[in-house]
């Protein structure tokens, strides 16, 4: 067995440590990291339409095969706004042109996870576990990652927003849940009497006491974070009404300004499989990326002197046709586009090899090759931005090497 | 490297203690019983040691198995009698809860175009949706806690997540409880061939999975209906059939997805009440909008014809031996271990093979196997949410005045009810729900249960002593010790919030 292959057999054979998600008690010693930086990673599940959020308005072809559902050119109505000339921004992303204009806001088109699959449950797999195609992979890219950052750790280090710890954050290393970041929650065991007991039968090093653990230590660090007094809502006239959703970044961007020790973040948002009735620069695609858009710039804001040590991803599983089908929506395709934000990113820029969508340019005819692999680009950002050694990065993808530089322009 | 890494697995397996069910001590009778409430059941009430003891447990099995020859609980009876939302056919549902329902209310109270009356409107047509929701959740969280026939139900929750169906996707709010109990439930035990049947035709999946618009590539364009749409035809290889690994390509997708072609829902908008061309649970098949090609699936050629192309197309799958795997696996993983042993797979897919997917008949191999009598697994798969909020309630032995507390528990804990968005369904794995905040959260429900003073559930405050009975006296000795040194009004509490309970 060579290096690579033990590296990826620890990384499968954790399952075998760690049944399930848990195993609370492991954690990587080497020390590299970085304790101002911040990660936070937001998942769009179900394959968000990138033709149609950075929209190539200077192909010709965009038009011919998206006959009812592209997005027009930039100075008509619902028009995408233009970013370089031949790529524009889908409308309801418009709350978002303050970063591109500052340059913290970068796109890499034609990116995503290698494997052919188009089922959303294998491609969501392999994008959270890092590892496209590997079928046993128990634990997700981020969960290493967090494995990787040695600062003193807390229980509260990396979050995840939602009911649920998602494949992402897969693994040995502790993650506290939120179900929301709105504010304080009383519970029974904050009565130190039934603290007491519940903790003599959780006090051994099983799974399920090391969670329960973290999960009453994450309960009041979170308290106390969330405590402290919102800052007051920004007018947003000048982004559009959000709906309520919006205001995820205004929570998560209180998760890490009230507690030194949040480093790593993870929210998913759904809604995104535009099988049917996608709409333009109108309609239910733009519909879910305006508050999408206004959270995001809400999170930037939010975060202040965070922000420029904070490097912000937002992915999806794959692409979709690059063809509309015929019920004015798409389907599974390939090739997508990441979003970056972050005071640190080279932003201003749509990266990415994207040549064009006539028909011997795409994948088996149908779908935006994918030229930028996605774990090309988080291997950049967590060198160059997250200050993670490539010893580091090599567990966090191991069998992958990162072999061109994503940040290319054609 | 794979033997390597099997070996591996093997080593780390029996070396740590902590991967060792606290709980387990050698199998008597009434770990044996309590291992067969615990899975075959959504966990033990009071009295049902005693009532297993009484009739052996063979027995007990041999009559779940047969749940029609179990007396239905005369109130849930009725309640589902009396449910419009769990007795009406598709359509009915759909005018009256639909559309046309909403249409008729707005003549009836004249409302206009003005914002007020939208409003109002509107608030008519949540109430709709509220009162179908209400029935279907009711039905499923009382059925759980209290039908006698509690395999049937385990299974029935068993198949919905195999066959999911979202709730919150426009007409299916109306059509799911239907849905399960026409396409799902009498199947139960059934034949897998009629779950795939009913599934594929019931109108909830047709709308869920998009195959109403399935349409022939080349068909004159009519409003929605211009394409093929093959998101139902991945999902009925990849989820209900075959399986990701079950061998067939994006080619098979697509020619399944033709033989699909034209299998869609009534046209609703017709003018004058002329009743539309519907069959079986409500679905209509147009020919004109079926592809009229021969197809290729999995190697078999299907020549062109009309519906017949779909029955020979889910017998294809049906019979398929990824099939008959992939279906035994997850019963395996469900019933007996999230890692379900190898040999209990083969069994399984033997049996389903040979008895031409039976489902009773291979529930009956799989209940009589040495691994399912295997003392490691005992206790040891983790509930999931619905689970653990099911069997707490009938440990308790109530019978809740109220469920709405315990679906917004579920809620909270990521898994209402009929509510996982994607078609994969909820898992029943360790991996899917153990995490610190929701664990923490049970704790908490446990208290709040115990307390007496939980909504609709008042007045349930079990004795320490009778919980400790229900449940055979198995606490692990750690948990025991624990509840002793603990004050008494907090016992209870500690016994449904302990981590033995968390198991099953």
């Known amino acids: ?91 309801g992303l418009n709350a978002l042109m303050p970063l591109w204009q500052d340059k913290s806001l970068a796109f890499i088109h034609a990116s995503g996870s290698p494997d052919p699959t188009r089922s959303h449950f294998d491609a969501q797999d392999y994008m959270e576990s890092g590892l496209p195609g590997e079928k046993f992979a128990s634990t997700g890219w981020l969960n290493r990652v967090v494995g990787m950052m040695p600062s003193k750790h807390s229980p509260v280090q990396a979050i995840s927003v939602g009911p649920l710890l998602p494949r992402i954050f897969a693994g040995p290393a502790s993650v506290a849940t939120v179900e929301n970041a709105r504010g304080p929650s009383n519970l029974p065991v904050d009565r130190p009497q039934v603290a007491k007991a519940f903790e003599a039968m959780y006090s051994g090093d099983d799974v399920l006491s090391k969670a329960y653990a973290e999960g009453v230590a994450a309960h009041k660090t979170i308290n106390t974070a969330l405590t402290v007094p919102q800052q007051k809502e920004q007018v947003m006239a000048n982004r559009g009404a959000p709906p309520p959703n919006a205001s995820f970044g205004r929570q998560l961007a209180n998760l890490f300004t009230s507690d030194p020790t949040v480093q790593i973040a993870f929210i998913d948002f759904g809604g995104w499989d535009t099988h049917v009735g996608e709409g333009n620069g109108k309609g239910q695609l733009a519909n879910r990326l305006t508050p999408l858009g206004v959270g995001l710039a809400d999170l930037a804001d939010g975060l202040g002197i965070l922000y420029p040590d904070t490097s912000i991803v937002v992915m999806s599983e794959f692409g979709r046709t690059a063809h509309e089908n015929g019920n004015g929506g798409t389907d599974h395709g390939h090739g997508n586009v990441m979003m970056l934000l972050g005071g640190g990113m080279a932003g201003g820029q749509v990266y990415g090899r994207f040549s064009s969508l006539a028909k011997n340019d795409l994948h088996e005819d149908r779908d935006l090759p994918i030229t930028t692999d996605f774990r090309t680009v988080l291997t950049s950002i967590l060198n160059e931005q997250m200050h993670l050694p490539k010893t580091a990065i090599a567990q966090v993808f191991p069998d992958f090497k990162a072999d061109a530089n994503p940040f290319v322009t054609t | 490297m794979k033997k390597l890494l099997i070996a591996m697995t093997i080593t780390i397996w029996t070396m740590t203690p902590a991967l060792t069910p606290a709980f387990a001590k050698p199998a008597n009778t009434d770990e044996n019983i309590l291992h067969a409430l615990d899975r075959l059941s959504f966990g033990p009430r009071p009295g049902d040691m005693e009532a297993v003891h009484k009739r052996g447990i063979n027995a007990y099995i041999k009559d779940q198995l047969n749940p029609d020859h179990i007396e239905e609980d005369a109130k849930i009876q009725q309640f589902v009698g009396a449910s419009p939302a769990l007795t009406l056919s598709a359509t009915q549902l759909y005018n009256q809860f639909g559309p046309p329902a909403v249409k008729q209310a707005k003549i009836d ?33 009382m059925r759980a806690i209290e039908s006698p026939r509690q395999l049937q139900e385990v299974m029935t929750e068993f198949w919905y997540n195999h066959f999911n169906v979202f709730a919150n996707k426009d007409q299916d709010r109306y059509w799911i409880g239907a849905y399960e109990q026409q396409a799902i439930r009498p199947y139960a035990l059934g034949k897998f061939r009629d779950l795939l049947e009913a599934t594929c035709h019931h109108p909830a999946m047709l709308f869920y999975l998009d195959n109403w618009q399935n349409t022939a590539s080349g068909f004159a364009k009519k409003g929605r209906f211009a394409g093929l749409n093959e998101n139902y035809a991945r999902e009925l290889m990849e989820l209900h059939s075959l399986g990701v690994d079950g061998g067939y390509t994006q080619k098979d997708v697509t020619e399944l997805a033709r033989i699909l072609t034209g299998l869609g829902l009534p046209e609703r908008n017709v003018k004058n009440g002329a009743v539309p061309p519907e069959s079986g649970f409500g679905y209509h098949f147009e020919p004109k909008r079926h592809d009229q090609g021969d197809k290729v699936i999995l190697g078999n050629r299907i020549a062109a014809g009309g519906e017949e192309e779909i029955e020979q197309a889910l017998d294809l799958l049906a019979e398929n ?111 899917a729900w153990l995490n610190p905040d929701s664990l923490l959260r049970r704790t908490s429900f446990a208290m709040n249960v115990a307390s007496g003073k939980y909504k609709g559930m008042e007045g349930a405050a079990p004795d320490y002593k009778n919980l400790e009975d229900t449940f055979g006296n198995s606490l692990s000795d750690k948990t025991e010790a624990a509840i002793k040194s603990a004050p008494d009004n907090l016992k209870p509490a500690l016994v449904l919030g302990s981590p033995d309970f968390m198991h099953y």
Request: proline fraction near 7%; charged fraction near 25%; hydrophobic fraction near 35%.
């Open chain 1, 1 to 91: 067995m060579n290096r690579r292959e033990f590296l990826k057999a620890s990384v499968l054979a954790s399952l075998c440590f760690f049944p399930g998600l848990s195993g609370w008690a492991f954690r990587q010693t080497e020390s590299a990291d970085d304790p101002k930086k911040r990660m936070i990673v937001i998942f769009l599940r179900g394959g968000m339409d990138g033709l149609n959020v950075v929209v190539p308005y200077g192909d010709p072809n965009y038009y011919s095969i998206r006959p009812t559902i592209a997005v027009s050119k930039p100075g008509t109505d619902s028009g995408a706004i233009d970013l370089n000339g031949f790529f524009g921004l889908n409308p």
């Open chain 2, 109 to 141: 109270q004249n409302l206009t175009e003005s914002a007020d009356d939208k409003k109002k409107l509107n608030q008519i047509k949540n109430d709709f949706y509220k009162k179908v929701d209400k029935d279907i959740t009711d039905a499923k969280l």
């Open chain 2, 321 to 431: 031996p990824a099939t008959a795997h992939h279906i035994s696996y997850q019963l395996a993983q469900f019933f007996v271990s999230d890692e379900p042993p190898a040999t209990l797979v083969v069994k399984l897919q033997k049996r389903f093979t040979k008895s031409g997917g039976n489902i009773k008949a291979v529930l009956t191999e799989l209940f009589k196997s040495p691994e399912f009598w295997d003392t490691q697994y005992y206790n040891a798969k983790f509930k999931n949410p619905f689970r653990f909020v099911v069997s707490t309630v009938r440990a308790t032995n109530s019978t809740p005045s109220d469920f709405t507390p315990l679906e917004q528990f579920l809620r909270q804990q990521g898994m209402p009810i009929y509510g996982c968005l994607t078609p994969d369904g909820y898992k029943n794995t360790t991996q």
